[in-house]
């Protein structure tokens, strides 16, 4: 079946901009995660959604991050006025509930010039 | 920081040797999870071990967790070149419902 795809899967953009990334959950998975990742680094947690509570929001680095979830499915990451530290991957997952094994998308990666 | 820590953070063997990596964690725990990621991007589960479960085993990988230690570690058995990757220790905390990801171990099997 298919899997946590995410969009776009590279993006340059310049300082200042806004940026926005997509993910697309495995279709029934009530929780989705997203995630960054510096080169050489592990997985720094942002935000969790799971069914219809409120998001767990508590990773978020900035109030220039923010990101919702459409419908329990589709979820958009939104980094406004974009810096240079924000460059990394952004990795998305879903799963079954909270508890269970993640699935990982294959990321985005950012680039702020 | 309640992150798991992995050890250690290289590690580099030769193929068909077993290669063991460990991982602490700080708090209380409901799962531990361990994924791979190769070439720095999307990351696959390997293996989820409850609490309560001490030792969990798939194909080559094998799992132990002392919760008195809070620690894990996850053996490969026979590696293969294909096993080259970033491994991650990934602990549920209990109450925070979500995974704390480590630095990982970054394993080279060579031929």
């Known amino acids: 079946g298919a899997g946590v795809s995410q969009s776009p899967s590279n993006k340059v953009t310049e300082k200042g901009k806004d940026v926005e990334l997509r993910c697309d959950p495995i279709?029934?998975?009530?929780?989705l995660y997203w995630y960054r990742q510096s080169l050489g680094q592990g997985l720094e947690f942002l935000i969790y959604?799971?069914?219809?509570?409120?998001?767990?929001k508590s990773g978020l680095p900035s109030d220039r991050f923010s990101a919702e979830r459409t419908g329990g499915s589709v979820s958009t990451l939104t980094i406004q006025r974009t810096q240079q530290e924000d460059s990394a991957v952004y990795l998305c997952?879903?799963?079954?509930?909270?508890?269970?094994?993640?699935?990982f998308g294959p990321g985005t990666r950012l680039t702020v010039t | 920081s309640q992150q798991g820590e992995e050890d250690p953070q290289a590690l580099s063997i030769q193929e068909g040797e077993n290669a063991t990596m460990n991982c602490s964690y700080k708090?209380?725990?409901?799962?531990l999870q361990w994924y791979r990621q190769n070439s720095g991007r999307g990351l696959v589960h390997l293996i989820l071990?409850?609490?309560?479960?001490r030792e969990k085993h798939s194909g080559r990988l094998r799992v132990t967790l002392d919760t008195s230690k809070k620690s894990s570690s996850l053996l490969i058995t026979a590696s293969r070149a294909a096993d080259t990757a970033s491994y991650f220790c990934?602990?549920?905390?209990?109450?925070?419902?979500?995974?704390?990801f480590g630095q990982g171990t970054r394993l080279t099997i060579n031929p």
């Open positions: 990934a602990p549920l905390i209990q109450g925070a419902q979500k995974l704390v």
């Open positions: 071990i409850r609490s309560n479960e």
């Open positions: 279709s029934g998975h009530t929780a």
């Open positions: 708090t209380s725990i409901n799962n």
């Open positions: 959604f799971q069914g219809n509570s409120a998001p767990d």
């Open positions: 997952a879903s799963s079954v509930g909270l508890a269970g094994e993640q699935y």
